[in-house]
């Protein structure tokens, strides 16, 4: 979610993920507001899978934003990334579990991809003729970093050896520097 919507009490919902659902429910009390859904989850594994995925999506929408695709056309190209994860996902993990209504990946997602996250601007800045290591420096003297080029980078030789075509367009694009 964006912290500042969370500041400025909008509704939001997340999830927890616990092996132990009498501590969170004692952690979820805590969080909870009349504006803040929670809820819980045994799947932590999910929610640190989407988390980190869902950023390199919001790579790939600001990229296409930036060259000025119609949103039309981003919709498009956010379904085709979207039809390889099962199989990145079997790759990565073992797992082809996609459940996009859950938060950490499909409310999470859109929040990333179309507003005003740190992985757009890390696009914004490269796309601004900045190579992805200057745009690292800088967000670091921001005290930010964009966890989706790491992801990314972290992932590349998979997607590169077994041929995920979007999965490997985004990664051309933010492996130059």
């Known amino acids: 979610m964006i912290a500042g919507e969370l500041v400025d009490e909008k509704i ?12 969170g429910e004692k952690i979820k009390t805590l969080f909870q507001s009349q504006t803040l859904e929670i809820t819980l989850t045994t799947e932590y ?12 999506f919001a ?7 930036w060259k000025w695709y119609a949103m039309s056309s981003i919709g498009y190209y956010f379904c085709e990334l979207y039809k390889e994860l099962p199989e ?3 790759l990565l993990w073992g797992t082809r579990n996609i459940d996009f209504w859950d938060f950490a990946l499909g409310g ?4 990333t991809c179309f507003w005003n996250s740190r992985n ?4 914004k800045l490269v796309g601004e003729w900045n190579t992805p290591k200057s745009v690292e420096e ?4 921001e005290k930010k970093h964009a966890e989706g080029y790491y992801t990314l980078m ?4 998979v997607i590169y050896e077994h041929n995920f075509p979007h999965f490997s367009q985004v990664a051309c694009i933010f492996a130059k520097d």
């Open 12 to 23: 939001l919902w997340a999830q927890i993920a616990t092996e132990n659902m009498i501590i």
């Open 45 to 56: 594994k999910n929610i640190e899978l989407y988390g980190s995925l869902k950023n390199v």
């Open 59 to 65: 790579l790939y929408m600001g990229y296409l934003e």
């Open 88 to 90: 990145l996902l079997l």
């Open 108 to 111: 999470d997602m859109i929040a």
């Open 120 to 123: 757009r601007y890390f696009w």
């Open 138 to 141: 800088k967000l670091k003297l």
């Open 154 to 157: 972290g992932i590349k030789e």
